[in-house]
């Protein structure tokens, strides 16, 4: 498991920060690694140690590479990605999908950090819900709602 915690008032003031141009916002970080997990623990402002970008992104795909210092990204979406985030965290000198993003404030959400196709409505639920569905807008809307976890 793989997870990245971030402050919502951390994730609030980044996302002024880059919808107002800045191209990305680094924070330190702290890295806690038991039983197979690893967990970023994102604080508040730059420090001189493991480092965590926060950029949007149109298309929410791995970067290419990080800095040595670098231990993550955060990505938020934008455009037709608007309201989805994905997560990468180097273990080792590799670097992979987070499971999960944790908002941690009001609601304490847990954002899942999978792609679209790698989540699905069970046949039952679409049926049963196809109003809620609909009402929503869509099925990716409707997956991304009952995505979050208090």
């Keep these: 498991m793989k997870r990245v915690v971030v402050p919502y008032g951390v994730l609030r003031d980044d996302l002024r920060l880059l919808l107002g141009g800045q191209l990305s916002v680094v924070h330190g970080v702290g890295v806690s690694r038991w039983d ?9 402002g730059r420090s001189s140690g493991q480092l965590l970008i926060v950029s949007l992104a ?14 993550g990204a955060l990505e ?8 989805r985030a994905r997560a990468y965290i180097k273990v ?4 992979g999908a987070a499971d999960e993003i944790s908002v941690v404030g009001p609601g304490m959400h847990t954002v899942s950090s999978k792609p679209r196709g790698e989540l699905g409505v069970e046949h039952s639920v679409g049926e049963r819900w196809s ?3 609909g009402g929503l807008g869509g099925v990716d809307v409707y997956l991304r709602l009952t995505g979050l976890t208090a």
């Design 36 to 44: 197979g997990t690893t967990e970023v623990l994102v604080h508040p």
């Design 58 to 71: 149109e298309e929410l795909r791995a970067p290419g590479s990080l800095p040595d210092e670098c231990v």
């Design 76 to 83: 938020v979406g934008t455009g037709a990605n608007r309201g």
């Design 92 to 95: 080792g000198s590799e670097l």
């Design 131 to 133: 109003r809620t569905v």
